[in-house]
């Protein structure tokens, strides 16, 4: 990601604070009483089921983790195993807030299952479209526009590439990109300098966990698509509009037991996708 990891402080105005309190306003007393049931911290992402029934996922961060490397070091970077099941989700949504991106990631998982709690109760939101599917299609593009990125994501750089659209990846690790790909890498760091120019923006849900998407949508032009994808985005849709965001691509778990068995076993996208968990797309109008 290209944008600095989350600063150390208390509980900033950001974008995933307002997808926090918007979700704990509209639950009301519903969540306070919600527990941790299971949780799983898989390779590729991290799920949580809560003890209603509802799941939630974000993106493990493992690249970010380089203790990971250090039991005794690591420990210190991760939740307590042994000691999640049975939390309060509130509790746990307190590590929204520090700098350890696992424990971010397992606040994510469970803001997440906490708006799907939401949709349980009250159905889609109201005044939002809503479609199933991936989010790619939701954007309008048009030959010649410009689309910036964020990180490298296989699936969006070949149809992008099969349509002819110019478009530029902003990775901070180009060693993720195929040598095909290459020509579109640039480092993470020139953000400023590309997402300005750039027709559509699109960006993975992980922004969310090291805090960088607040920072790269500051940077959008006026008029410019934005879209936030991938199971880390929590469906909830006020505070991506009031940001510029058009599109927010994320995920319904339909099966948690299931899901959380397959990320137990390494499972990623490939294996859920259709399986337990859904895509869902909010098409947002922007103030």
Known sequence: MPIAPWPDRHIPTTLLAELHAAVLARLGSDAQSLRIARAVLG?????????????????????????????????????????????????????LYRPQDLRRALAIATLNALAETLWMRDGPPAGIDVRE?????????????RVALVGAFPPYMRELRRRGQPF?????????????????????????????????????????????????????SPGAQAAVIGPTAT???????????????????????????????GGSGYHFFGKTVERVTLCLTTP
């Open 43 to 95: 390779i590729f992402f991290t799920g949580v089921k809560l003890d209603n029934g509802a799941g939630g996922l974000c993106a493990t961060p493992v690249k970010s983790v380089p203790e990971a490397v250090c039991c005794p070091s690591s420990a210190k970077a991760m939740p307590t195993p042994g000691k999640i099941a049975g939390r309060l989700a509130t509790q746990v949504l307190d590590d």
């Open 133 to 145: 599917g991936d989010a790619f299609s939701a954007l309008s593009l048009q030959p010649g526009q």
């Open 168 to 220: 530029n990846v902003l990775e901070l690790d180009p060693a993720t990109l195929k040598p095909e790909e290459l020509p579109y890498y640039i480092p993470g760091e020139r953000a400023p300098e590309v997402i300005p120019h750039a027709d559509v923006f699109i960006t993975t849900g992980t922004t969310l966990i090291n805090g960088s998407l607040d920072g790269l949508l500051r940077l959008l």
């Open 235 to 265: 469906l909830i849709a006020h505070p991506y509009a009031a940001r510029g965001v058009t599109v927010v691509g994320g995920t319904r778990v339909v099966a948690a037991d299931d899901l959380l068995d397959l990320l137990a076993e």
